[in-house]
């Protein structure tokens, strides 16, 4: 089992049960996100057909919703648990803060895609779409956490935060 090292804002080690599997759960998500968008890829998922602009071979798109294809929902699914983990890191997060949040998480992905892309060719395409709806999904992930944690499972929720109120 991982042992979880880390500490919190008093200095001391997360303890609980419910704060170990957050923090376990939260490097598994992360480790999947890299190796899912930072990974070669030959498959075409889109089936839209986009106005693609080029940096030395390298695609991207700046020019947002030319259509809607599965990778648009794919991408706010994808993202729905960093948001879920931004709930339970701090469920107290101020709007601009949280927009903030999801939005770098998002930037960080393509832009990661397209310097990748650039070194060593990963077939990858840095879309603002993808930065839009990954920064969407985000945010409706920490809203469905806010709205849960006024139900019955207030008290599972409770357990998984790492910062408690």
Request: charged share 20%; net charge negative; glycine share 2%.
């Given at each position: 089992m991982v042992n979880c090292y880390l500490l919190n804002k008093g200095g001391q080690r997360f303890r609980s049960w419910g704060q170990r599997i957050t923090i376990t759960a939260a490097f598994?998500?992360?480790?999947?996100?890299?190796?899912l968008c930072l990974t070669p890829t030959f498959l075409k998922v889109s089936s839209v057909h986009k106005t693609l602009f080029y940096f030395r071979g390298v695609p991207y798109n700046l020019l947002p919703f030319q259509g809607i294809s599965p990778e648009f929902f794919l991408n706010i699914i994808m993202t729905l648990p960093w948001g879920v983990f931004l709930y339970l890191f701090n469920s107290r997060l101020r709007w601009g803060r949280l927009v903030k949040y999801c939005f770098l998480f998002s930037l960080?992905?393509?832009?990661?895609?397209?310097?990748?892309?650039?070194?060593?060719?990963?077939?990858?395409?840095?879309?603002?779409?993808?930065?839009?709806?990954?920064t969407f999904g985000a945010l409706v992930g920490f809203?469905?956490?806010?709205?849960?944690?006024?139900?019955?499972?207030?008290?599972?929720?409770?357990?998984?935060?790492?910062?408690?109120?």
């Open positions: 598994i998500y992360l480790t999947a996100i890299l190796l960080f992905i393509e832009a990661n895609q397209f310097i990748w892309d650039l070194l060593i060719h990963l077939g990858r395409l840095a879309d603002v779409d993808d930065l839009i709806t990954n809203t469905i956490m806010k709205l849960l944690d006024n139900t019955f499972f207030h008290a599972l929720i409770q357990k998984l935060r790492l910062n408690r109120p």
